[in-house]
């Protein structure tokens, strides 16, 4: 958030500026930034990528977590030039956060990142008719614009056709064609970057207020509309545009995605692959990183002398980051089929066969890839919310979000099944007893979803019916490049969020497991500040059937839910619950009931613990009025529910 | 206290009876108006489904949800929508085409 683009840091008394091709040191005058314009899905991330490579940093806009990809792109002469790659939008009336962004961004008014110098409005020709809705308002900025028709070698082949020269003539823009996926084309977008240059000080603040509607139009809306498709149809008319024929492969895997049975048949399949890619195959990689993780604390601990210094890098930095970085290859392997899914255009029709099921219980198609993420990690899961275009839709998707069963839920799961839960078969040899309970944990897990939601858009977030509209895109082939480059992204932020805030957060607890100090060294857990937090709230967990190292754990673990394992295994004397993992489940059933057990397996899946979804929430709902309600919410359903389970078994 | 029943759907108006949700698959017809407040139809204006252009239902979801083809671009709406949009068929001539 605090990252600032690399065009404001040029300082015009840097010294360090080779001399620019006209003997100016470069640095004396800014960067030129030329922005990314287009509808969604025509291909301009791919376009960004193909100019940018790995010189692009990923970072939010100022206040709202709509992700700034800005890239620098390097011309002759050793010039440079950023390039910002802008939310895909349909229009600027500024319904979502995608629009806000794309709008404010193209006015000028986002701190941080100066004013344009250019634009490249990027549209897929195939549809081009369509795509050129957003060329009047954008023209009327008033900024040098390159229009690219992308997908062009595909209009081609599926016998359309559109004449360049009067095209470019009639709206006054230069216009280049590409195909973003084979490259085609880049160069002469490049060609054109070459040509732009910075405006000393920012172009000047031009009173730019771009909507739907022409300024000073008193017309209604459809009118104003109305307007800009005659122009759009005068344009395409003088070009010649011949639209293309329908595409065969289009049609026939429609006929097959949006069958009435087969379809929902193959949504099933796409979601149990995603889950099957998530649980099994992310297992071997997990167990790689969870050896290296334990290989190379334990030599740490052998090389380093004894000392405090020593154990709050081993047991808490070390162990603490480590049960994070753990999650890295679901969390890659779920963003994998996620890109695939959605750059091969299934996403869309998988989001139109959610609807009917989601408007039953109150969300919207586009609420299915945000649930579905929630699987692997409710953080990026709520930032995927944000192409929800109806803003309470939004609220309900993202407040539900948190009771799917994260893979951080899984090593609480999987302890006190393992502890609790005998191992025997229930119906025939393949689900056995403690399948079925993790099931039932799902399921429990989705039923507080729907139930919630239900709820909310009956009482808070009552709203009449809102429309659901969804772009089917032509199928296509996902670029690699553009799947690596997201991957990329997601590794590093998922990193940086495990290097900071669990950091600090492991920190903070070692730190109260050593104080006070008892005869010079760490004091007895019991009688550590942990311990003593664990007795304050012993009171309050009593009717769960929980004691005060239940309730150790139940506040650890507010910062991530898995810390619960690890903390339980420190209270225990258990060195790590790696290491015999036999020996805490022993201690486990020791202290508490089956009742309890199972009442804590409830309260897991219910209550929000997890500090880094409420600060997500905070930033994406805008304060704390959301995350607090929710966090209350959960928690109480939480020990409603671990209550009622320790009553009943 | 009962409330008022929503006037489009119980007196039927001969001129704007048709709507986009009656329309069966491959019939293109031509869109009169948008029954739907303006902050319900910007998106559907953004897109190009406008008064004057012409869309044609191309295939039914597996809810039963229209998807119709405008410009070359298939749009998937819900038929709560479609119902919303008030339609005219396009003469023969121009159906065989």
Redesign the interface.
């Known amino acids: 958030m605090d990252e600032l683009l690399p065009a404001s840091r040029v300082t015009p008394d840097d010294p360090a500026g080779p001399p620019g091709p006209d003997g100016v040191p470069v640095s004396a005058v800014p960067t030129p930034l030329v922005a990314l314009v287009g509808p969604p899905n025509s291909g301009k991330t791919t376009l960004f990528n193909q100019l940018t490579g790995l010189r692009q940093k990923v970072a939010n806009y100022p206040g709202v977590t709509v992700e700034k990809h800005v890239g620098r792109v390097k011309l002759g002469g050793g010039r440079e030039l950023d390039l910002v790659d802008l939310p895909g939008v349909?229009?600027f009336?500024a319904?979502t956060l995608d629009e806000r962004v794309t709008k404010n961004v193209l006015e000028g008014k986002v701190p941080g990142i100066r004013s344009p110098d250019a634009l490249v409005l990027i549209v897929d020709s195939?549809?081009?008719?369509?795509q050129l809705?957003l060329v009047e308002p954008v023209l009327e900025i008033g900024l040098p614009t390159l229009l690219v028709l992308n997908m062009s070698d595909e209009l081609e082949e599926r016998g359309g056709r559109v004449d360049d020269g009067p095209l470019a003539t009639r709206l006054g823009v230069e216009i280049v064609r590409t195909s973003a996926r084979t490259g085609q084309g880049v160069e002469a977008v490049r060609a054109y970057l070459e040509s732009v240059e910075a405006v000393p000080g920012g172009v000047e603040p031009v009173e730019r207020n771009l909507t739907?509607v022409k300024a000073g139009t008193a017309l209604?809306?459809?009118d104003a509309?109305?307007a800009r498709?005659r122009l759009v149809r005068e344009v395409v008319d003088e070009a010649g545009f011949v639209?293309?024929g329908p595409s065969a492969m289009s049609e026939r895997l429609?006929a097959l995605f949006?069958?009435?049975?087969l379809?929902?048949l193959v949504f099933l399949a796409v979601v149990l692959l995603v889950f099957q890619s998530i649980f099994t195959w992310a297992v071997p990689l997990m167990d790689a990183i969870d050896l290296m993780i334990v290989t190379s604390g334990e030599w740490l601990a052998t090389t380093l002398p004894d000392s405090w210094f020593r154990s709050l890098l081993v047991d808490g930095v070390w162990a603490g980051v480590g049960s994070v970085i753990i999650f890295l290859p679901q969390i890659l392997i779920l963003f994998l089929f996620l890109g695939i899914l959605e750059d091969s255009g299934y996403m869309?029709r998988a989001a139109?066969?959610a609807?009917?099921?989601m408007?039953r219980v109150g969300l919207q198609g586009r609420a299915f890839l945000p649930l579905l993420s929630g699987y692997a990690c409710a953080v990026p899961a709520i930032l995927a919310a944000r192409t929800i275009?109806d803003e309470r839709d939004r609220l309900a998707t993202i407040f539900v979000t948190p009771f799917m069963t994260c893979s951080a839920r899984l090593p609480v799961y999987a302890l006190l099944i393992a502890a609790f839960i005998p191992d025997e078969p229930l119906l025939g040899p393949v689900v056995g007893k403690r399948a079925a309970v993790l099931l039932g944990l799902y399921g429990l897990g989705i039923v507080a979803a729907v139930g919630t939601a239900f709820l909310l858009k009956r009482t808070l977030l009552k709203a009449r019916?809102?429309?659901?509209?969804?772009?089917?895109?032509p199928y296509r082939i996902p670029a690699p490049r553009t799947l690596a480059l997201r991957l990329l992204d997601r590794s590093k932020i998922f990193l940086r969020r495990a290097g900071r805030v669990i950091f600090a957060v492991t920190v903070v607890l070692w730190t109260l497991t050593q104080f006070p100090r008892s005869e010079g060294g760490a004091p007895e857990m019991d009688e550590s500040a942990l311990g003593r937090i664990g007795h304050v709230i012993e009171p309050v967990i009593e009717p769960l059937g929980f004691d005060w190292r239940i309730g150790v754990g139940l506040v650890t673990s507010l910062a991530a839910r898995e810390v619960i394992v690890g903390t339980l295994g420190t209270i225990y004397g258990v060195e790590t619950a790696d290491e015999d993992p036999e020996a805490l489940q022993e201690l486990l059933r020791r202290d508490l009931e089956p009742g309890a057990a199972v009442g804590l397996l409830v309260f897991f899946a219910f209550a929000l613990q997890c500090m880094s979804t409420v600060a997500v929430m905070r930033r994406e709902s805008g304060g704390w009025k959301w995350p607090a309600l929710q966090f209350t919410y959960m928690l109480l359903l939480g020990y409603a529910g671990a209550f009622v389970a320790y009553r009943v078994f | 206290m009962q409330a008022l029943p929503v006037v489009e759907k119980l007196v039927p108006d001969p001129v704007r009876e048709l709507r986009l949700g009656d329309i069966p698959l491959r019939q293109e017809v031509e869109l009169v108006s948008?029954d739907?407040p303006?902050?319900?139809?910007?998106?559907?204006?953004?897109?190009?489904v406008?008064?004057?252009?012409r869309i044609c239902p191309v295939?039914?979801?597996?809810?039963?949800?229209p998807?119709v083809s405008?410009?070359?671009?298939?749009?998937?709406?819900?038929r709560?929508?479609a119902a919303c949009l008030c339609v005219r068929i396009l003469s023969s001539l121009q159906d065989v085409a």
């Open positions: 349909h229009g009336s319904r195939t549809r081009l008719e369509n809705m739907n209604p809306v459809v509309f109305a498709r639209p293309p429609d949006l069958h009435r049975f379809g929902p869309a139109v066969i609807d009917r099921m408007y275009d019916p809102t429309s659901f509209l969804m772009e089917l895109p | 948008i739907l303006a902050d319900q139809a910007e998106p559907l204006l953004e897109r190009g406008l008064p004057g252009c295939r039914s979801s597996p809810g039963g949800d998807i405008i410009d070359g671009s298939l749009l998937a709406l819900r709560e929508t």
